[in-house]
Structures are given as C-alpha cells and as structure tokens.
C-alpha cells in the first residue's frame, strides 16, 4: 500500500472512526486542504499527518496512538478510510468541509485559534475552520 494512504488512513480512523465513514472523510479532507498549502502543518500528506501536535491520535500517551498502529484491514472501518485516503490522494475525495483546514471536538474546551471564529461547518462532533494560508492556529 502507498504509504502517504497508510498514514492518511490511520488518521482518519484514529481520529474520527467513532464518527463513521463521513467523519473519517472531514478529517481527510482536512489533510488534504492542510497537504495543498505547505505549511507550519507540513508539505506533503504525510508530514501532515505526522507533524507532533497536530491530530491528538498521534500524540504520545493517546490511547488511539497504539491502537492505529495496530489496526488491519480486518477492521471494517479501516478499511473504509483506506478506500477514502485513496481517493484523497487521488484528489477524487470531495471536500465535505467547504475547505477547513483545522477542525477540533465539540465538548472540549475551544482552542485559542478558534476564538472569535466561526465554523465553516459541523460534521458529527466536530467544529471545521479554515485558518488561512498562514496557519496561525499553532
């Protein structure tokens, strides 16, 4: 498997799997839009993915962290985000969040990027926002 999926895929589904399909998709389309403007985030899908600090799944000490890491395509929701990181690689995964790229979970308490700002929409439990071009949410 391409490894840029790979990543993609595990993020999504550590991130959102409890969201479902459209869930995981938000978080990719995220990755996307994070992948298309080089950044602070990264410059390809997977320093995105990879950069410390920017999904919580991957941050050491999560609870997801070892569980993506072990996850199979045995996992019928994995491999659904396999199939959706596909595409998003392939740039046929349709933008869900109207061009967020920062998002962060209802419920907790709202980041200092997202004060003062409103969403670009609600996906399940999360909030989407675009910050810009200059990444001012680090």
Not at 34 to 50: F, I
Not at 83 to 108: C, K
Request: contains cysteine; hydrophobic residues 40%; charged residues 20%.
């Amino acid at each position: 498997m391409n490894v840029a999926i790979d990543i993609a895929a595990r993020t999504a589904w550590g991130e959102a799997r409890g969201e479902g399909i459209t869930g995981m998709q938000a978080v990719l389309n995220v990755i996307a839009n994070r992948a298309a403007h080089p950044g602070w985030w990264g410059h390809d899908v997977a320093s995105v993915c990879m950069d410390p600090g920017q999904f919580s799944c991957r941050n050491e000490g999560d609870p997801n962290l070892p569980k993506l890491k072990a996850v199979t395509d045995e996992d019928p929701l994995f491999r659904s985000a396999t199939t959706l990181a596909g595409r998003m690689v392939a740039g046929t995964l349709p933008d869900i969040t109207n061009g967020a790229d920062s998002y962060f979970a209802n419920g907790s308490p709202k980041p200092r990027w997202a004060a003062n700002r409103a969403p670009l929409k609600v996906i399940g439990h999360h909030a989407f926002y675009r910050l810009g071009l200059t990444g001012d949410g680090k």
